[in-house]
């Protein structure tokens, strides 16, 4: 029969470990380097179910896969199962584009409108006719900020519960707030609109914070969020709530990322609700350039001639020094699957502005640029534009996927990670070289965790 090493794998060296990181099954492992070179010279030799033990568990963990595996058809696979899969209707709604904050970066327009209850009753009319297709309900709440409108919330909430009562499917929601609002209050009347997870960003320290992300009339908001987080934290005893702390890294961010990162450990992060994610600010530009440069600014802040994944690696650290061993997990695991499909390439993934308008992508709300894919209509029907619609949810062509196929990191992106980059804009090789990097630092920087990365003998004993 036969074996190989998956395609799908990484390798690292260090202290006589090889380190294996598997995107294929997002899983690691190290290894003695005498016992990995023995294993790999005899890969031919290798029968159905193996006496040796060590061999048998990386077949398990399919580090090694039969001579006879497709992987890239296996990929492919994935790709379907992800991205046209019918388990969820995952809905993103917006009950306003208006915003109590200013953000110097937010690429939004900050419409001062709501939804009307004739769009609500729409969109209830929508799910009650598309739920039976799906395994269960999504609700994503955005913005604008979604908390300017609660009743909207709360009177859809308890629609939505009501249809999947009645369909008997499950019904979950989250919310992306900038947490001004979400005081305790506030939070319990959330609670009952089934909301679990909330990302809320905080961008720094309150002299940094405050000057990017401040009210419409230019007061700080740093406090205020804190104090709600510090309040729902102690007057909270459910694990089942947690939040998700985004740092939007500009230089001036990036600088002061360490102090925050301290201040949100010794706080937040030894409770395993708690979790930090950090992205690149955007600012809505068109410029293919605009992240790499900022990259390429941030690195010089860990010093003259630091490489893409030595950057992103420091910053991880910086991130990820958390105590608590099912935190620790459940970021890792967080991470590496942000490098999966966006929602905006899935197709049972459907995004409602404020007056019924379907759109794909959140961060491209554009009428004139395939921002948006069709019009929901009073009866619950949705009018979608297929031509539109394709550029999204469909993958590249085949000559950019034959590069995709060379990539170890295709299981996670499935050639469309970002579809506005890879589709709507157009693929770029260094885009997908700071996404590897990314990815690659993140296991290294996880790899030091034994509770993560284990060595495959001591798996055994």
Wanted: net charge neutral.
């Amino acid at each position: 029969m036969g074996y190989k090493l998956s395609k799908y794998l990484y390798e690292d060296e260090k202290e006589g470990y090889v380190f294996l990181y598997n995107t294929y099954k997002v899983d690691m492992l190290k290894i003695k380097k005498p016992l990995f070179e023995a294993i790999k010279e005899n890969l031919s030799d290798i029968k159905e179910n193996p006496e040796n033990p060590v061999i048998a568990k990386l077949i398990e963990k399919r580090y090694l896969v039969e001579d006879s595996v497709n992987e890239d058809r296996e990929g492919d696979l994935m790709y379907l199962k992800t991205c046209h899969s019918n388990k969820q209707l995952l809905l993103t709604i917006l009950p306003t584009e208006g915003c109590n904050f200013r953000c110097e970066y937010c690429y939004e327009e900050h419409k001062q409108n709501k939804m009307s209850e004739e769009t609500q009753e729409a969109l209830i009319k929508f799910v009650r006719k598309n739920l039976k297709y799906y395994g269960g309900l999504s609700v994503s709440w955005f913005g604008g900020e979604p908390l300017l409108y609660p009743e909207i919330i709360e009177h859809l909430s308890e629609e939505f519960k009501k249809i999947c009562k009645n369909f008997k499917k499950p019904y979950t929601a989250i919310m992306t707030t900038n947490g001004y609002l979400l005081d305790y209050d506030m939070f319990c009347r959330m609670k009952k609109c089934n909301v679990t997870n909330y990302q809320i960003t905080i961008d720094g320290p309150a002299e940094v914070h405050d000057k990017q992300r401040f009210l419409a009339g230019g007061q700080p908001t740093y406090d205020k969020i804190i104090s709600n987080l510090t309040d729902i934290k102690e007057k909270e005893k459910s694990k089942f709530y947690t939040f998700s702390l985004r740092t939007n890294l500009t230089v001036q961010s990036a600088k002061a990322y360490p102090k925050l990162a301290q201040f949100l450990k010794d706080n937040f992060f030894v409770d395993g609700r708690f979790t930090p994610r950090v992205r690149i600010a955007w600012n809505g530009t068109n410029d293919a350039d605009y992240e790499k440069n900022i990259i390429s600014d941030i690195s010089s802040i860990f010093g003259e001639g630091s490489s893409l994944e030595q950057t992103q690696e420091n910053l991880q650290k910086s991130m990820y020094g958390i105590t608590d061993e099912n935190a620790l997990r459940k970021n890792f695991n967080e991470i590496m699957f942000a490098h999966y499909p966006c929602y905006a390439a899935k197709a049972n993934s459907f995004i409602f502005g404020p007056d019924g308008r379907l759109f794909k992508c959140t961060v491209h709300f554009d009428d004139s640029k395939d921002g948006v894919a069709g019009y929901l209509k009073p009866d619950g029907h949705l009018e979608v534009n297929d031509t539109i619609d394709a550029k999204w949810i469909t993958q590249m062509t085949a000559k950019d996927k034959g590069k995709c196929y060379d990539c170890k990191a295709y299981p996670l992106c499935q050639g469309v990670g970002c579809p506005y980059k890879m589709s709507v804009r157009g693929r770029r090789d260094d885009e997908c070289e700071a996404k590897v990097a990314e990815i690659i630092s993140t296991f290294r920087v996880f790899s030091s965790n034994e509770k993560i990365c284990a060595d495959v003998e001591e798996m055994l004993a």
